[in-house]
């Protein structure tokens, strides 16, 4: 199932933000994937909005997942200072939770999907 978040990232460091993201630590990745993060992208908008999409069969399982690993608590804490409005959560707690509302595969005729 594909999920989607949003949060605000302080909008004078979306540099440093991007660039830690450029090089996440290989055991956070792993770790994502161990705990069932699948596909898991990240989009900043220049005003700080930061917006996620992951698929996960169970994201509250595999978001509990994560919060029992050690690395995960590490690169919370590193990176809590780039968010506004986390009244004291950790950033993988503190995003919100967007509803889809349209996916186009759900839409498109079965005999359309077949052809790809």
Do not use: I
């Not at 450029?22 to 990745?29: F, H, Y």
């Not at 161990?34 to 595999?62: C, I, K, N, P, Q």
């Amino acid at each position: 199932m594909r999920h989607c978040f949003t949060l605000q990232v302080d909008p004078d460091r979306l540099e440093e933000y991007a660039a830690r993201h450029r090089a996440v630590w290989p055991e956070m990745c792993r770790a994502l994937e161990e705990t069932g993060w699948r596909d898991y992208s990240l989009f900043l908008r220049e005003d700080g909005l930061l917006v996620g999409v992951v698929e996960a069969d169970d994201l509250d399982e595999a978001r509990a997942a994560m919060a029992r690993t050690e690395v995960n608590a590490r690169w919370q804490a590193e990176m809590a200072e780039f968010f506004e409005e986390l009244d004291g959560l950790a950033p993988d707690e503190g995003f919100l939770l967007l509803e889809e509302v349209f996916h186009l595969e759900d839409q498109l005729p079965t005999d359309v999907r077949e052809v790809k």
